[in-house]
């Protein structure tokens, strides 16, 4: 579906769009915290960072001109590691971009409203912080809104909020040059040298965002061309802008006033402009943090869409919307998705950062691994930039990330916690992965419904109430001396009463992808054979199929009717199944089909089961009648389709 998105991106626009989303907010707040940590020697940590930033750039620029697509870095580290790994990496990057929304909002909501204690609002006393709660969700809607618009909409918005946020920063950066003074710059290393790698770990969010940017290549003119100047160029524009930044800053405030103000850029624009001035600091500041949020908001849903096309995530994320062009339900699940946090997150900027910090230094380190993976698996494929040493500087880039990230845990108090807290965020990943597989994957259903069987078993009488049995029998009508196919027996709960309804002249073909599963339900058959004390079960004839997600099996033949209970959800193309069932049964042949849906009342369905009308429409494309009734149950819901097999002479009854 990503292939639909809207190329309208020219290289201007996607440059300022790239330094918007890359330089974020960390200039607004990290030069003081650099600062604090190393005195005005935090300059050189800039300095360091922006060298090993625009390397890292180059990575960026090489792997997005092999792979100009919506998926960005999940792109390249599935071409570099397969599914698991680039779910993973996927993952973080979506954990990265909300946790950066909640840490901007929560950070610079006091730039527009230092509200603290309550306010007197319309004879109600309300907690302040219940207000910049509600403004900051607001937000949150509104810019979700602009992406569902449509790119252009949103670009316009981007570019605009780019501007603004190097118009603030030379606002006072310039004036900083004539209010210069060097001793503010004494002394320049008051603190261990280490704090010098230290304050590298902690600005070292001012560069994140080459990820928000490569979302918007598949959106992006020429974008194999297009994106690698812009990521490239955009990097050496922030380092610039940045260390000028610092530098006129500490020239203007004594470091250690700057190191402890939790302002900067407002207390900067008293100094420059006086308190009309600072006014206006206060809005053009929260204006340019609000675009950072606008960048990932817009960028990431993306992302969302280019999981969704490869089955790791639910097939509701790659859904376009045909007028705006834009992934809408990825959007929506967005926007829930960020609004939480933001709630969640209310309290500490610090710790948002230091959360942050580790899990995408982490997913950088499997970006900057993947280039030299890929070369060697794909040495052939076409790069239109290459980044130069390569083979030396990207073990160099991963050693550094390494080190500071080393030396930040060691010599911070509660660093360790924070990042056993990120660790067990990113191994969350692995059992939602299993779960998606499970969705998708045969090979993966096959395994769970082995290892599940007897536990099936168990609790069949709670997975397939009587009750149910005996609504599918009357639905199935009389199916005396006839074949019916069984697809998918499971542990044969319903095979033995089928067997049964067809009489000792009538046969039952069961199926099921599950080995186990089929060998539980020969016992059983076998046991209800004994135990008859007349002969009145028909035939059972029990079939294990590897493939049984992607076909019926071709050694069944002409059926007179169809039962399935819990096996057609996970079909991998339900039209092809469908067509050869309808190839097996004669006209009017009856089906009848039982799912599982809503689950616990939340866990998405599979998407041809949402609505009523698409389960109809489907099967009627494959020539069958069908009816859709919903029942309630405990755990999950139950969705009964039943019908005929009509012809051309057969009108059907829908």
């Not at 009848?592 to 041809?608: H, R």
Request: with cysteine; proline share 4%; glycine share 6%.
């Amino acid at each position: 579906m990503s292939e639909n998105l809207e190329k309208s991106l020219s290289f201007p626009v996607i440059l300022i769009i790239t330094i918007n989303s890359i330089m974020g907010t960390g200039i607004f707040f990290l030069p003081s915290v650099g600062v604090r940590e190393a005195g005005p020697a935090s300059i050189i940590s800039w300095c360091i960072l922006s060298l090993v930033a625009i390397y890292i750039s180059m990575i960026f620029a090489e792997l997005t001109s092999m792979f100009p697509t919506a998926g960005g870095v999940y792109e390249f580290c599935k071409q570099a590691y397969g599914r698991f790994f680039s779910f993973i990496i996927g993952w973080m990057t979506i954990l990265a971009g909300n946790i950066t929304i909640a840490m901007l909002i929560v950070g610079t909501i006091q730039y527009l409203l230092p509200l603290k204690g309550s306010l007197l609002l319309f004879n109600l006393l309300i907690d302040a912080k219940y207000i910049k709660l509600t403004i900051c969700i607001l937000f949150i809607f509104i810019f979700n809104y602009i992406a569902f618009k449509g790119i252009k909409t949103s670009a316009t918005m981007l570019v605009a909020f780019g501007i603004i946020t190097l118009g603030t920063l030379f606002g006072l950066i310039i004036p900083g040059l004539f209010s210069f003074s060097a001793s503010n710059f004494m002394p320049f290393a008051p603190y261990p040298v280490i704090s010098i790698a230290v304050a590298i770990f902690l600005i070292a969010e001012t560069f994140f965002g080459w990820e928000t940017a490569t979302f918007l290549a598949a959106e992006t003119k020429d974008g194999k061309r297009v994106m690698p100047k812009a990521l490239i160029i955009g990097t050496i524009v922030i380092s610039v802008v940045s260390v000028l930044f610092l530098v006129t800053s500490i020239g203007t405030i004594p470091w250690q006033l700057f190191g402890e103000s939790q302002t900067p850029l407002i207390d900067l624009g008293l100094i420059h402009y006086g308190s009309i001035g600072q006014s206006i600091f206060i809005i053009l500041v929260y204006l340019s943090i609000i675009g950072s949020v606008a960048g990932w908001v817009v960028s990431a849903p993306r992302l969302l869409l280019a999981m969704a096309e490869d089955k790791l995530l639910l097939s509701h994320f790659q859904r376009i919307h045909k007028k705006h062009k834009t992934p809408h339900i990825a959007i929506l699940f967005q926007t829930i998705l960020t609004t939480i946090i933001i709630i969640i997150g209310f309290g500490s900027y610090q710790y948002l950062l230091h959360l942050l910090v580790p899990i995408v230094l982490a997913m950088y380190s499997a970006v900057v691994i993947s280039v030299i993976i890929l070369r060697k698996k794909l040495p052939n494929h076409q790069r239109c930039f290459v980044v130069p040493f390569a083979y030396i500087g990207c073990p160099l880039v991963i050693l550094f990330l390494l080190g500071i990230t080393v030396m930040w845990a060691l010599s911070q108090s509660g660093a360790l916690l924070t990042l056993e807290f990120a660790l067990s965020l990113i191994l969350l990943s692995i059992p939602v992965f299993f779960l998606i597989e499970l969705y998708y994957d045969p090979k993966m259903i096959k395994k769970v419904n082995d290892q599940l069987a007897y536990f099936t078993l168990l609790f069949e009488k709670v997975s397939i109430p009587k009750k149910v049995i005996n609504e599918i029998l009357y639905l199935l009508g009389d199916v005396k001396s006839k074949n019916v196919l069984e697809y998918g027996c499971n542990v044969g709960t319903l095979t033995i009463y089928l067997s049964k309804a067809v009489g000792t002249s009538g046969r039952i073909i069961a199926t099921d992808i599950s080995k186990t599963g089929v060998h539980i339900t020969q016992r059983r058959v076998e046991r209800a054979l004994i135990k008859a004390k007349t002969a009145e079960h028909g035939r059972v004839h029990l079939i294990h199929d590897e493939e049984h997600a992607n076909r019926i099996h071709p050694d069944v033949k002409k059926i007179d009717a169809i039962v399935s209970i819990g096996a057609i959800s996970f079909v991998q193309d339900i039209k092809k199944v469908l067509k050869e069932m309808y190839e097996l049964l004669p006209d009017e042949g009856r089906i009848v089909i039982v799912e599982y849906v809503d689950y616990i009342g939340f866990i998405p369905n599979v998407e041809w089961l949402d609505k009523n009308l698409t389960i109809e429409d489907l099967f009627l494309e494959c020539g069958f009648s069908v009816r859709v009734i919903r029942k309630e149950g405990l755990f999950w819901n139950y969705i009964y389709i039943y019908g005929i097999k009509f012809s051309d002479d057969i009108v059907p009854y829908i």
